[in-house]
């Protein structure tokens, strides 16, 4: 049996609207080998980190790119643990990149 994180809900402080739809939380599920591809030919990195947040919430990119700031940042630092081993390099990558936008 398996002890990894399956999902995690992520409150907004700021919740976002699109399409008609508030989203107060978000809720990501645990990354699947496909979502390495959801942004593939992306140039930006910090385009490519939306998309997949996107992907792993099952929203659409609009709603990441609206977040408030500090709601996005929770959302990845609570997006880590469900991304595998991959997840503190591209946690790092993408605060990296995020800084230089």
Avoid: C, Q
Avoid at 6 to 30: I, M, N, Q
Avoid at 42 to 61: D, H, I, N, Q, T
């Amino acid at each position: 049996m398996s002890n990894k994180v399956k999902s995690v809900d992520v409150p907004l402080d700021e919740p976002v609207e699109h399409d008609g739809v508030k989203y107060e939380k978000l809720t990501l599920r645990r990354m699947k080998a496909g979502d390495t591809l959801v942004a593939e030919g992306e140039e930006s990195e910090a385009r490519a980190g939306f998309k997949l947040y996107a992907a792993l919430a099952g929203v659409p990119f609009e709603v990441i790119a609206d977040l408030d700031l500090d709601d996005f940042m929770t959302l990845v630092e609570k997006a880590a643990p469900l991304m595998g081993k991959s997840g503190a390099g591209m946690l790092e990558d993408l605060k990296k990149a995020l800084a230089k936008a």
